[in-house]
């Protein structure tokens, strides 16, 4: 994922931050509906993302700058900017 779509996808989040709900695909088309899956808040630091929540599925690589990094758990991903969560999203799986 590059940097434009991180960006686009935190900004497309930011703009929904209020609601809880998450986006899925049904007969190829974007349809939103309400998730309760836990996630971090914004402003939490790595350390304490990682003892609340556990080690993340997957760890991808920091890109661009300021440095972003997106860690992969089993139902949401959460996007950090250096070690300071920006948003955490509900993911389908």
């Known amino acids: 994922m590059n940097?434009?779509?991180?960006?686009?996808v935190l900004l497309i989040g930011a703009a929904a931050s209020a609601a809880v709900a998450e986006t899925v695909l049904v007969d190829d088309k974007?349809?939103?509906?309400?998730?309760?899956?836990?996630?971090p808040q914004r402003g939490m630091h790595m350390?304490?993302?990682?003892?609340?929540?556990?080690?993340?599925?997957?760890?991808?690589?920091t890109v661009g700058q300021p440095p972003i990094t997106r860690w992969d758990y089993s139902?949401?991903?959460v996007f950090f900017e250096r070690d300071i969560v920006i948003h955490a999203v509900a993911t389908s799986g």
């Open 3 to 8: 940097i434009r779509s991180i960006v686009a």
């Open 30 to 39: 974007v349809v939103v509906r309400d998730s309760t899956v836990p996630r």
């Open 47 to 61: 350390s304490a993302v990682e003892q609340q929540f556990g080690a993340p599925v997957t760890r991808h690589e």
């Open 75 to 77: 139902g949401f991903a």
